[in-house]
């Protein structure tokens, strides 16, 4: 695995993210410094001089309300990984074929396209997507790509959270207004995830650890180097300072002598043991110790019977 391209990427896509959902509040009318006031006319907001969907008075009163309770920056903040999240999230499944419509939404299966598939299946996916082909066909025809494949990652991801509500909320809040704008141009976010990781590295599910834990590296400098200048850490960074990926062979170590000894107590005919590099054999017990153990296997256990507490998962 390329950790160099993960940890470069992830850094630079944070400062881009930031940047480009500040942006999008910009051009609704919100600052760190001032929300401006916007227009009604006929029944539609104006803001900027631009009309509105029906929705955008909701979601962008939700937004106001989330600054005045979190503040704008930690709001910005939580946005731009938000968007990181599910984008490596997507990017993951695409390459591992997980996605439900099973085409690609971020790249191309044909290595010398730039265009995600998704723009020459979406009338295939456009049931399962539950799109309006009246809207596809007027943005392909008016050539706007990038509001097109807008409107095809909300729907998706709306899709996903019937699968995966964890990972992919329902977007019809003010996420919807910060989507992250030219993703589809060569150094955007999307390009430079498909192009500078390798496809052999987003076949190891470890991936998504060592993208968030380099993701909030810069953020966790932050909060030490203010720990050094007596600067308490407050509880929304907390999971930048305290938060650490635990690798692969980390966690089989941790597996195979918690739920692979009882196992392996229980069945010691078992041939699971030969697959694993870091099961430890049992020391040998003083003969009354050995007995207390042996009456507390149960040589009956299944899978099904095994129940397992992390008190460090977070």
């Known amino acids: 695995m390329d950790k160099s391209s993960i940890k470069k990427f992830a850094i630079e896509a944070r400062t881009k993210l930031i940047e ?3 942006q999008k509040a910009f051009e609704i009318g919100i600052t760190a ?17 631009k009309a509105r969907n029906s929705d955008f008075k909701k979601q962008r009163e939700q937004l ?6 979190k503040g704008y920056e930690q709001v910005m903040e939580e946005m731009a990984y938000t968007w990181f999240n599910r984008f490596i ?15 690609r939404v971020l790249s191309s299966e044909e290595p010398s396209r730039t265009e ?23 943005l392909q025809d008016q050539g706007d790509d990038e509001e097109l494949f807008k409107y095809i990652i909300l729907k998706l991801c709306n899709v996903l959270h019937e699968v995966l ?5 329902k977007i019809n809040d003010y996420s919807e207004l910060l989507f992250p704008s030219n993703l589809l141009i060569e150094d955007s976010v999307v390009r430079q995830m498909v192009t500078t990781i390798p496809e052999e590295d987003w076949q190891e599910v470890e991936i998504i650890g060592w993208l968030y834990q380099f993701y909030v590296s810069e953020k966790k400098d932050e909060v030490f180097a203010g720990l050094k200048k007596n600067k308490k850490i ?52 003083e003969p009354e110790v050995q007995v207390r153990l042996d009456a507390l296997r149960n040589p ?4 099904e019977d095994i129940t397992v507490m992390d008190p460090a998962c977070g």
Not at 33 to 49: K, L, N
Not at 92 to 98: I, R
Not at 125 to 133: A, D, I, T
Not at 268 to 276: H, L, R, T
């Open 20 to 22: 480009q959902v500040k």
């Open 33 to 49: 410094d001032r929300i401006e006031q916007y227009e009604e006319v006929d029944g539609h907001v104006i803001v900027h001089g």
């Open 64 to 69: 106001i309300s989330a600054i005045e309770s």
């Open 89 to 103: 999230s997507l990017r993951f499944m695409e390459v591992n074929g997980y996605l439900p419509i099973g085409v």
């Open 116 to 138: 995600p598939d998704v723009f020459r299946e979406v009338v295939a996916v456009s049931k399962h997507l539950s799109l309006n082909l009246d809207k596809v066909f007027e």
């Open 165 to 169: 509500p964890f990972m992919f909320e």
């Open 234 to 285: 407050s509880k929304e960074n907390i999971p930048a300072a305290t938060q650490l990926f635990t690798p692969k062979w980390i966690v089989q170590y941790m597996v195979e002598n918690s739920v692979g000894r009882l196992w392996m107590e229980s069945h010691p005919e078992s041939k699971a043991v030969d697959n694993w590099r870091y099961y430890l054999e049992p020391v040998e017990q």
């Open 300 to 303: 009956n256990l299944s899978p």
